[in-house]
């Protein structure tokens, strides 16, 4: 089969209706519809079903899309390997992060990687676990920063880099602050500004609330942007969980708010750089854990003068 009809199948898929994909293509329709007949004669399979709307793909071409999608990735990638042994130069590298670690440790080791690289482009991207392993493995990204994951799949490489503590945080003066022995008794009926949903830390409380009696939770607030949530936290009687090591650096949340003193609900998380161990990597992406693993570590040894 031909890799142009593949790529021609991705864009059928993207954007379920032959048409439109012809004209994003700059084919005329039968002469796509040609192509796609093409690889269905060629298989032996339907790969496209009709629907009220246009197309959507079969069992078949679902299974044969994943295959298109680390093909054109594999592309792109000797494309870019070609060209950067051609300039001689750095590179781009496609970073990915969690909201949390995009507050702290990547902005420092972007800021040094590009004061030793001026030739090098980054592009930065925010997303979950679920997200962002996935695009890693699918070439989609070249790094990710996240917690370490002990059950990745093989073909993943994790760099250590620090240990971040999640913590219960409150505004200064709630009236938890003011309790000498507290429990997670304590914390019943109290209300919580939560990031979103299927992120790490909001996933470990819950799971965590459960087993010590406090689930479900109450949140009225639910928003994937820190420094909202915290304005919010700093301001009303809501809870949050969040990394207290990055609250402290964001303006003047450090003041503003405190952690409870509350070691059940205290998740002391590894946080890593995770990259592909095969295929090509970018001279780009090693330089990043570099910069990273000597941003964690200057930031350790601060950590422990105080």
Same mark, same amino acid.
């Given at each position: 089969?031909?890799?142009?009809?593949?790529?021609?199948?991705?864009?059928?898929?993207?954007? &379920?209706?032959? &048409?439109?994909?012809?004209?994003?293509?700059?084919?005329?329709?039968?002469?796509?519809?040609?192509?796609?007949?093409?690889?269905?004669?060629?298989?032996?399979?339907?790969?496209?079903?009709?629907?009220?709307?246009?197309?959507?793909?079969? @069992? =078949?071409?679902?299974?044969?899309?994943?295959?298109?999608?680390?093909?054109?990735?594999?592309?792109?990638?000797?494309?870019?390997? !070609?060209?950067?042994?051609?300039? +001689?130069?750095?590179?781009?590298?496609?970073?990915?992060?969690?909201?949390?670690?995009?507050?702290?440790?990547?902005?420092?080791?972007?800021?040094?990687?590009?004061?030793?690289?001026?030739?090098?482009?980054?592009? !930065?991207?925010?997303?979950?676990?679920?997200?962002?392993?996935?695009?890693?493995?699918?070439?989609?990204?070249?790094?990710?920063?996240?917690?370490?994951?002990?059950?990745?799949?093989?073909?993943?490489?994790?760099?250590?880099?620090?240990?971040?503590?999640?913590?219960?945080?409150?505004?200064?003066?709630?009236?938890?602050?003011?309790?000498?022995?507290?429990?997670?008794?304590? $914390?019943?009926?109290? +209300?919580?500004?939560?990031? +979103?949903?299927?992120?790490?830390?909001?996933?470990?409380?819950?799971?965590?609330?459960?087993?010590?009696?406090? =689930?479900?939770?109450?949140?009225?607030?639910?928003?994937?942007?820190?420094?909202?949530?915290?304005?919010?936290?700093?301001?009303?009687?809501?809870?949050?969980?969040?990394?207290?090591?990055?609250?402290?650096?964001?303006?003047?949340?450090?003041?503003?708010?405190?952690?409870?003193? $509350?070691?059940?609900?205290?998740?002391?998380?590894?946080?890593? @750089?995770?990259?592909?161990?095969? +295929?090509?990597?970018?001279?780009?992406?090693?330089?990043?854990?570099?910069?990273?693993?000597?941003?964690?570590?200057?930031?350790?040894?601060?950590?422990?003068?105080?």
């Amino acid at each position: 089969m031909e890799f142009r009809d593949l790529v021609y199948l991705l864009e059928v898929a993207r954007s &379920g209706h032959v &048409g439109r994909a012809a004209e994003r293509i700059g084919l005329t329709q039968p002469a796509l519809t040609k192509c796609i007949a093409r690889l269905e004669q060629e298989l032996g399979v339907p790969l496209l079903e009709r629907t009220p709307k246009g197309v959507s793909l079969t @069992v =078949y071409g679902e299974h044969l899309a994943d295959h298109a999608l680390r093909a054109r990735a594999a592309n792109q990638d000797i494309k870019r390997q !070609i060209a950067e042994l051609a300039a +001689g130069r750095a590179g781009h590298l496609r970073i990915g992060t969690g909201m949390i670690l995009a507050q702290h440790l990547l902005p420092l080791a972007c800021e040094a990687l590009l004061k030793e690289n001026p030739g090098l482009t980054l592009d !930065i991207s925010s997303g979950n676990t679920d997200t962002l392993f996935p695009a890693l493995r699918n070439r989609q990204l070249d790094a990710i920063l996240v917690s370490i994951d002990p059950n990745a799949e093989p073909g993943i490489r994790q760099t250590f880099l620090t240990e971040d503590t999640v913590t219960v945080i409150s505004r200064r003066d709630h009236p938890l602050q003011k309790q000498r022995r507290l429990t997670p008794n304590a $914390l019943t009926g109290a +209300g919580w500004a939560l990031p +979103g949903e299927h992120t790490l830390p909001s996933d470990w409380l819950m799971q965590r609330c459960r087993e010590v009696g406090l =689930y479900p939770l109450q949140s009225p607030v639910r928003t994937g942007t820190l420094p909202t949530l915290l304005h919010i936290v700093a301001n009303t009687d809501l809870l949050a969980f969040q990394s207290w090591s990055t609250v402290q650096r964001i303006n003047d949340y450090g003041e503003r708010l405190r952690p409870l003193k $509350l070691e059940s609900l205290t998740w002391r998380r590894k946080v890593g @750089v995770a990259i592909r161990d095969h +295929g090509y990597i970018s001279p780009a992406v090693n330089l990043l854990v570099e910069a990273l693993e000597k941003v964690a570590a200057a930031e350790t040894r601060e950590a422990r003068k105080h």
